[in-house]
């Protein structure tokens, strides 16, 4: 069975960094497309970025690009959301998904990201 932790998240003053974690275990990472969302609070689910399975990635929100970087590292089975010169509005729980045409997808279970001073 797939699983997905995320891990990395806290508490963060603006203009700070955070490097968010997604471990899959249960399956084989290196097929899989990994995402990032955030849910942000009284919000709506925000897609933010996926990154494919040869390593091209794509940003979606408009908001995070050039602030926020997408990767991953197959030999670790994990996913990484490095976030740079955070905002208050980021804050969020911030989750990945794995995606692949022949699994469901799996989704972690989210890791609180708060921008406070």
């Known amino acids: 069975q797939v699983q997905l932790v995320e891990s990395g998240g806290g508490l963060v003053q603006p203009g700070g960094s955070l490097r968010l974690s997604c471990v899959l275990s249960?399956?084989?990472?290196?097929?899989?497309?990994m995402s990032w969302y955030r849910q942000p609070p009284g919000e709506q689910r925000q897609f933010l970025a996926y990154?494919?399975?040869?390593?091209?990635?794509?940003y979606i929100l408009d908001s995070v690009k050039g602030r926020f970087t997408i990767s991953r590292d197959n030999a670790k089975n994990t996913a990484y959301l490095q976030m740079n010169r955070l905002k208050p509005e980021d804050t969020a729980v911030y989750y990945c998904?794995?995606?692949?045409?022949?699994?469901?997808?799996?989704w972690g279970q989210g890791t609180q990201v708060t921008v406070s001073s």
């Open positions: 998904k794995a995606i692949h045409l022949s699994h469901p997808d799996y």
């Open positions: 249960g399956g084989n990472f290196s097929i899989f497309r």
């Open positions: 990154i494919t399975s040869a390593f091209d990635t794509f």
